[in-house]
T-cell receptor, first 116, second 109 residues
Framework: DVKVTQSSRYLVKRTGEKVFLECVQD?????MFWYRQDPGLGLRLIYF???????EKGDIPEGYSVSREKKERFSLILESASTNQTSMYLC???????????????FGSGTRLTVV | GQQLNQSPQSMFIQEGEDVSMNCTSS?????WLWYKQEPGEGPVLLIA?????ELTSNGRLTAQFGITRKDSFLNISASIPSDVGIYFC?????????FGKGTRLHILP
């Protein structure tokens, strides 16, 4: 069964800590994405990557960075966690969408991060 | 930027009722997608639509890709308790997907 795996389902971190959220996919997808999900705000794109060592800012990149050293792994980094980064974080992956009928993203199960 | 307007935001229905939700946009897309998210999980793809006018079913779910390519709807017939969750529409153009804010479905006993 193909999947996107996020390393932690629940995390509790202290303000100011550096936090790493890991995501691994086994579908050989080129594209990978990080979203955060908050009530009433839907899914908001933080960063995405279309290739190894490549990264692009999404709609809300402030306070975050990413790393894509291998095709299957895309890490989200909170350099200095703050309470307003308490949220559900979702990783997703897909094949490139240019031309032809390509489906949607495959999502991981999410990491619920609480910053205290 | 591009936005999807998804409605309604939430629905409270009786078990056995039919459900209808829709998404509209000012932009055209070449793919429309419908996802369901259950509590504590990530969204799971239900239906993908690739052609304007396309009508596709997946069990009790039916979705259509609007003729103008700017809208889509999802119907659920004869709802059951396990239909509870958040339903997201999404429009795709090449590598970019835009998500609606979701319709939260509640089913009353």
């Amino acid at each position: 069964d193909v999947k996107v795996t996020q390393s932690s389902r629940y995390l509790v971190k202290r303000t100011g800590e550096k936090v790493f959220l890991e995501c691994v996919q086994d579908m050989d997808h080129e594209n990978m994405f990080w979203y955060r999900q908050d009530p009433g705000l839907g899914l908001r794109l933080i960063y995405f990557s279309y290739d190894v060592k490549m990264k692009e800012k999404g709609d809300i990149p402030e306070g975050y960075s990413v790393s894509r050293e291998k095709k299957e792994r895309f890490s989200l980094i909170l350099e200095s966690a703050s309470t307003n980064q308490t949220s559900m974080y979702l990783c997703a992956s897909s094949h490139p969408g240019t031309g032809g009928s390509v489906g949607g993203y495959t999502f991981g199960s999410g990491t619920r991060l609480t910053v205290v | 930027g591009q936005q999807l307007n998804q409605s309604p935001q939430s629905m409270f229905i009786q078990e056995g009722e039919d459900v209808s939700m829709n998404c509209t946009s000012s932009s055209i897309f070449n793919t429309w997608l419908w996802y369901k998210q259950e509590p504590g999980e990530g969204p799971v793809l239900l239906i993908a639509l690739y052609k304007a006018g396309e009508l596709t079913s997946n069990g009790r779910l039916t979705a259509q890709f609007g003729i103008t390519r700017k809208d889509s709807f999802l119907n659920i017939s004869a709802s059951i308790p396990s239909d509870v969750g958040i339903y997201f529409c999404a429009g795709r153009w090449d590598d970019k997907i835009i998500f609606g804010k979701g319709t939260r479905l509640h089913i009353l006993p």
